[in-house]
């Protein structure tokens, strides 16, 4: 029996009627990227393309960038399979006619995806060089003045550029999952950050609705940086 998440906005009966049939665990959720960055761990993940298909594959792409060993399946009908490449980065696609035995078949045998390895030692993206062992970040050469968790934060996002991460994700991740605070922590560490990083702010960017990523290029759009603006504001009224 495994744990499956279904992203669809029609549920079971509308994506993959025969799954209804079969012992599985399945917890349905909506087909957003903030779903799919707060989702639970599973055994398969299955975006439901049968009515959507360029949605689908945006929401593919978004899981893409997130960190995650969790398998993907796609359910679509007989006239999305032309539309289907390597690039969607999927495990498998299994139609949504496909009966119970096959669908079983398929959850069983999804191998999961290439876990993202963290770098060890030194991490350096771009002119941002981060030496783990002791505990120093620099941005084009000037050493940045950070607090342990400040640094932590930092490590772990440079440790996966342009991967999207959840507030809630970042809090368990560099805080813990014993950590009691909340995850406006996480918006006044970001904040912080930026501030030290002066005019290289840009180089972490603000997924809207979702989360945080460092990016490679150091580029975030003037949008991502409000973004967390926004998030800011709210902490200081709280």
């Not at 959720?29 to 989702?39: D, G, M, N, Y």
């Not at 398929?106 to 030194?122: F, K, M, N």
């Not at 342009?162 to 922590?185: A, K, N, P």
């Amino acid at each position: 029996m495994a744990d499956v998440l279904l992203f669809s906005a029609g549920g079971v009966e509308h994506a993959l009627p025969s799954l209804t049939l079969l012992a599985h665990r399945v917890r349905v959720l909506p087909p957003t990227a903030s779903a799919l960055a707060s989702a639970p761990q599973a055994d398969a993940n299955i975006i439901d393309g049968t009515s959507d298909l360029p949605s689908a594959k945006r929401l593919c792409g978004v899981l893409n960038t997130i960190e995650s060993s969790v398998p993907v399946l796609l359910a679509i009908t007989e006239g999305g399979l032309p539309a289907i490449s390597s690039d969607w980065g999927i495990g498998d696609v299994i139609l949504r006619t496909a009966g119970p035995a096959e669908v079983d078949a398929r959850i069983r045998l999804l191998r999961p995806q290439a876990a993202v390895e963290e770098p060890s030692g030194t991490i350096a993206i771009g002119p941002l060089t981060i030496d783990e062992h002791s505990y120093t970040a620099r941005y084009r050469g000037r050493t940045l003045d950070l607090t342990f968790k400040e640094f932590e934060l930092l490590r772990y996002l440079a440790s996966h550029p342009d991967h999207v991460f959840t507030r809630e994700r970042l809090l368990s991740e560099v805080w813990g999952y014993d950590y009691f605070g909340g995850t406006r922590t996480v918006d006044v560490h970001v904040r912080r950050l930026r501030a030290k990083l002066g005019d290289q702010e840009s180089v972490i960017g603000t997924v809207r609705n979702v989360g945080y990523r460092l990016l490679r290029g150091g580029e975030a759009s003037r949008d991502e940086l409000s973004a967390t603006g926004h998030a800011d504001e709210a902490t200081a009224k709280a």
